[in-house]
Structure formats: C-alpha cells, structure tokens
C-alpha cells in the first residue's frame, strides 16, 4: 500500500507582547517597505515578507497575526525580525513575546480511494452530502482536527496546533480507514 504525502500549506499564530504605549503604525509604514496601512479601512498594518513568504498584520496593541508560514520553526523568528521593526519605530516592549499557533493547514493525499458513502455511515462525526460538496467533513477527536476528504483520496487538514498533530491525525485516519476498509 503507498504512503501517504502531505505537506503545510499555511500556519496562522497570534503573538502578543506588553508595549509601554501604542505602537506608532504611520511610523512604520512610512519607514519600511512591502507595508500596506490604511486605517480607514483595517486597524492594523499589513507587513509582506519574501523570506519565508509570509504576511504580518500588526496591531498599534502590539499584537501580531502571523500567516503564510509553512513551517512551525519559522514562527520563532519571524516574530523577532518583526518585533525589530517595531522597536526601531520607538516602541518600548516590556515582556517577552507570548507566542500561540491558532491553526495548520494541510494538504495532502492518502494515495487511495476511498468510499465516501461506507465512511460517511460508519464514523461518527462525518457529514457527508455529496450533492452539496463533493468531499467528507470528517472531524477528528484526537487530535481535534476536521479533515476534508475526497473519493480520489486527496485531503485537507484543518485546525491543527502542530506540525506534530498534523503527522498524527494523518497516521490516525490512515489506520481508521484500513481497519474499516473504506478503500475502493
């Protein structure tokens, strides 16, 4: 039987910090480039990185929403490079930064076919209407994940807190699905 491949599409983390006062956005968008600020229309200023690609929305607070990763151990040090810019905008932060990945998005395929209909019967917490999406919402307890799963054997991993969780929840779907023989 083939193994199955995944890969990270997307990691979206929070980092929060205290900051002796509001962070002077203006500031940094006028001093930097690939920044985007329109406080008419969005409150936080949006930073674009090519390396990793990522994009930064940045708070006058001082909190920071990280997306666009693609690996859990560049969400250390995108965040000091960015904290860099804010404290050469004047900023004084007082604490370390309190870091927390929100999500993990990934895409994959399990090199099977499988029979959405057997699946959508014999698991709880599937759903299933093929009229509607042609894939199987597929929430997993542990770890908490929700899979969307197609008949091709493409999935896509949601939710997840970590590329270990991640690894985990594919393994784990992987052997329900062989146990259950949901494979076409």
Known sequence: MSKPTYSIVN???SVRFDIEKLVDL??????????EYNPDTFPGLI???????????????????LTGLKKEKDVR????????????SGAIIKSEPEIKIQNIVASGDLNLKLNL???????ERALYEPEVFPGLI???KVPKVVFLIFASGKIVCVGAKSETDVKVAVANLLEEIQELDFVT
Do not use: C, H, W
């Not at 203006?26 to 920044?35: D, E, T, W």
């Not at 930073?47 to 929403?65: A, N």
């Not at 040090?77 to 050469?88: G, N, S, Y």
């Open 47 to 65: 930073l674009r990185l090519q390396k990793p690609k990522s994009t930064i929305l940045v708070f006058s607070t001082g909190k920071l929403v």
């Open 77 to 88: 040090p995108i965040t000091q490079k960015v904290i860099k810019i804010i404290e050469r």
């Open 11 to 13: 990691i979206v983390a």
């Open 138 to 140: 597929y929430r997993m």
């Open 117 to 123: 209909d057997l699946m959508s019967i014999s698991l």
């Open 26 to 35: 203006n500031l940094i968008a006028m001093s930097n480039k690939n920044i």
